[in-house]
């Protein structure tokens, strides 16, 4: 060998370290890491090994070797690994060592046995504790600000999932209450040759607080702690009623909840079965005694019984609880609607998590002193998924047109739901979007409209105690210029609408709410006043959470959300 190949060859050796390994000669970079994942049975292929918290990762071959490569040199790193089907597992490593990691298999079936963890502070020991104690700031939680330093059960105690058994609008309804405790008449029945027994209207002799499922069902749970109480009503999804749990359940629907969900049950279009809301859909690993397991959307979280699933980052796992069918009337439905839109593309869509829990800024989500690490704050993301104003206020855009043609004030206005992944409104058939137009003259008076669409009764027919100040004052708007989106629901046998008692049968009587990327355009005109030469033209989109007239039936406090507005000065070409 020449003297240059000498020192060439030396200075590789200096560089690289020479193993054997089944009758191979590896040669290993010094800063890079190497090994296998085994199991019980021998090696794993297919397992996902990254230097924690970091993009640094490789997928084992099919002999379950890796090599971790580009490292920082003398530093020593923990090493992860995860295979589907087993929990996650980690090790120290520093760059130049050959590591074996073993991963273990986590549970694949489900313990009905299995007590749920709370959410909140709690005693007990590793991991079979509150999810506070590592997960929130402080005892008492505070209400933080989105982003100031925020942990998944502080913004988890801010969301409306944690006051789905608590809800006051929820359990009004269910007891057929207002929210003084005002008990509505138990429903009356009628009786025929044909049919047999059938529902009437509520006795308007009678004082009424508003529908509730005991009215009309008072000898049945129902099937409203499927989504309501999810962790009482896992292993009896029918048997259930709402307002008598407590410990766990109680805290609606509870992290521990969520993070045992391993699966959904879908038809071959991708979307739940009819009348299987909630637990009815979901499949679950709640661990055998001695164990724990937690699913999630990381796969380097170790120490501990954690995985990965890729349902947590997905739409689907928020199907069961937003898609239902109730005496074969599709009631909810903004997952269904959400999957035939173009969001739903797995190459430039959006998912539910996007928009509804999206990154807030926050470094950790666990605290520091119990382990937590700093992680890329885009992956982290908010558990508070509650629909705010400020969600409200950017889910569509509206334009406004207007001129004046001789006698007349014309205003165009077209509403886009550019910004949402399902319809608008969405979800429960309370929901309404309400456009208000107005023109007044100088002298601040009304036009009369002469053409254009009015605001239906159901948006508000004035009470006669109620004194008229403007045009919809107090929320009262039905005959004012505009219109009104929502799907509208019809109980088959009272003939009842709107309703929101879909545990009864109803039907679809109209629904004109705008489907993702979709537009309404409508237009209205105005008689002009003689004496004014300048007119003002106020137009408001107004988010409603329920009809108002069971707003009043229960003493709902829920104001009104205004989503857009625009005003236009216009003036006569004198």
């Known amino acids: 060998m020449s003297s240059g190949k000498k020192i060439l060859s030396q200075f590789i050796i200096s560089i690289f370290g020479v193993f054997m390994l089944a009758g191979f000669v590896i040669v290993k970079q010094e800063n890079s890491i190497s090994g296998i994942v085994v199991d019980q049975s021998g090696p794993v292929p297919g397992a996902v090994v990254r230097i924690q918290t970091t993009e640094t990762s490789t997928i084992t071959d099919e002999d379950g070797r890796f090599v971790l490569t580009d490292l920082p040199a003398a530093k020593t790193l923990f090493i992860t690994a995860w295979a589907s089907g087993y929990y996650i597992v980690g090790v120290e490593a520093s760059p130049g060592d050959?590591?074996?990691?073993h991963i273990e298999p986590h549970t694949d079936v489900d313990n009905p046995d299995y007590e749920w963890l709370p959410s909140t502070f709690h005693p007990g020991q590793g991991e079979n504790q509150g999810c506070a104690e590592c997960h929130a700031n402080d005892s008492p939680l505070p209400v933080l600000e989105e982003g100031a330093g925020s942990l998944p059960v502080d913004e988890w105690l801010q969301d409306a999932h944690s006051q789905a058994a608590t809800n006051p609008r929820f359990l009004s309804m269910y007891l057929g209450q207002d929210l003084d405790g005002n008990q509505s008449p138990q429903t009356r029945y009628g009786t025929s040759r044909d049919y047999g027994t059938f529902p009437l209207r509520p006795d308007p002799s009678k004082p009424y607080y508003g529908p509730g499922y005991k009215l009309d069902f008072p000898?049945?749970?129902?099937?409203?702690?499927?989504?309501?109480?999810?962790?009482?009503?896992?292993?009896?999804?029918?048997g259930i009623d709402p307002t008598a749990v407590d410990g766990v359940p109680a805290e609606g629907v509870p992290c521990d909840f969520c993070h045992k969900i391993w699966d959904v049950k879908l038809d071959e279009g991708g979307i739940p079965f009819p009348n299987m809301p909630g637990v009815l859909s979901f499949e679950f690993r709640r661990p055998p005694d001695g164990h724990q397991f937690f699913a999630g959307p990381y796969d380097d979280v170790a120490p501990g019984e954690d995985t990965y699933s890729a349902l947590q980052t997905e739409s689907q796992i928020c199907a069961p609880c937003h898609f239902g069918v109730f005496w074969d009337t599709l009631v909810y439905d903004s997952f269904g609607e959400w999957l035939e839109s173009e969001y739903s593309s797995p190459d430039t869509g959006q998912t539910c998590q996007d928009c509804h829990m999206p990154p807030l800024g926050v470094t950790h989500f666990a605290k520091p002193d119990k382990g937590g690490l700093a992680r890329d704050p885009e992956t982290i993301f908010s558990h508070n998924m509650t629909v705010t104003e400020e969600l409200l206020q950017n889910a569509v855009s509206m334009d406004v047109e207007a001129e004046i043609q001789g006698d007349r004030v014309i205003?165009?206005?077209?509403?886009?739901?550019?910004?949402?992944?399902?319809?608008?409104?969405?979800?429960?058939?309370?929901?309404?979007?309400?456009?208000?137009?107005?023109?007044?003259?100088?002298?601040?008076?009304?036009?009369?409209?002469?053409?254009?669409?009015?605001?239906?009764?159901?948006?508000?027919?004035?009470?006669a105690e109620i004194s008229q100040i403007s045009a919809g004052s107090a929320g009262y708007y039905a005959g004012h210029p505009g219109t009104a989106y929502a799907k509208i629901l019809q109980e088959m046998w009272t003939e009842v609408t709107p309703t929101g008692a879909y545990w009864n049968p109803t039907r679809i009587l109209s629904d004109n709410r705008i489907p993702a990327m979709e537009s309404?355009?409508?237009?209205?005109?105005?008689?002009?006043?003689?004496?004014?030469?300048?007119?003002?033209?106020?137009?408001?989109?107004i988010y409603r959470r329920a009809f108002i007239e069971l707003i009043d039936q229960k003493g709902w406090d829920v104001p009104d959300i205004l989503m857009e507005q625009e005003t236009i000065k216009m003036s006569l070409d004198v």
């Open 98 to 101: 050959e590591i074996e990691i």
């Open 520 to 541: 309404d355009t409508t237009s209205y005109i105005f008689r002009t006043s003689k004496d004014s030469e300048t007119f003002d033209i106020s137009v408001k989109l």
């Open 219 to 238: 000898e049945t749970a129902g099937n409203c702690a499927a989504c309501h109480t999810p962790a009482a009503s896992v292993n009896n999804p029918y």
């Open 411 to 463: 205003v165009e206005v077209t509403v886009t739901n550019d910004k949402t992944g399902h319809h608008v409104p969405t979800d429960s058939p309370l929901r309404q979007m309400i456009l208000l137009v107005e023109v007044t003259d100088s002298e601040g008076n009304l036009l009369s409209q002469v053409e254009g669409s009015t605001v239906p009764d159901w948006g508000g027919v004035q009470p």
